[in-house]
């Protein structure tokens, strides 16, 4: 399988690659989510007593690890409910944040990885199988049939030939001499 074993050197070309986009990866999630907590971390703990039992929710922006784990969730496309929750206890001032975060994190992020995998698949020369080769693969094709139908013709007429010997000896031995 050549094709299969390209397409796999070429992703492990791009591999290499991939570690400064993840590094730029971090980078957007750290910058969004000081930015979150920054902007909203304050109007959580001012207002919880908005969230049903006076709790705050798993999602929130009041420290680090919580800011970071919504901005991951946003750039995983789960961002709804997390920005409901800030607009319930700030504005809507939550809404612009989201969408930068959706638009930057996913779309940026998404065209440069993709951008580096098909720079990487176009400089590979990945082409049809050429004229010739399938010439020869028809051709072994029809080799193959042909011996096959001549195997065929040969089994049938010795098998002929042994029922012809079997009958001639059983007529011979019924016949009186």
């Keep these: 399988w050549p094709t299969l074993n390209l397409l796999i ?9 991939l570690g400064n986009l993840t590094f730029v990866l971090c980078i957007i999630i750290f910058i969004f ?3 979150g907590m920054q902007l909203f971390g304050k109007n959580y703990t ?3 007593d908005r969230f049903p039992d006076g709790d705050l929710p798993r999602w929130n922006f009041t420290d680090f690890m919580h800011s970071f784990m919504i901005v991951f ?8 409910e997390s920005m409901w929750d800030c607009m319930l206890v ?3 001032s939550c809404i612009p944040f989201f969408l930068a975060t959706v638009v930057i994190g996913n779309l940026v992020v998404l065209n440069l990885f993709l951008a580096l995998l098909l720079s990487n698949f176009g400089s590979s ?15 072994e094709a029809f080799n193959r049939i042909s011996r096959f139908s001549n195997w065929i013709k040969m089994n049938v007429a010795n098998a002929l030939k042994f029922f012809k010997t079997k009958l001639t000896s059983q007529i011979a ?3 009186p001499a």
């Design 46 to 48: 001012d207002n919880v």
């Design 173 to 175: 031995s019924v016949q």
């Design 90 to 92: 700030g504005d809507v």
């Design 125 to 139: 020369s990945l082409s049809a199988p050429t004229a010739d080769n399938e010439t020869n693969k028809i051709a």
């Design 33 to 35: 989510a000081v930015m």
């Design 9 to 17: 050197s070429i992703m492990g070309r791009t591999m290499g690659a």
């Design 73 to 80: 969730r946003v750039l995983c496309g789960e961002w709804i």
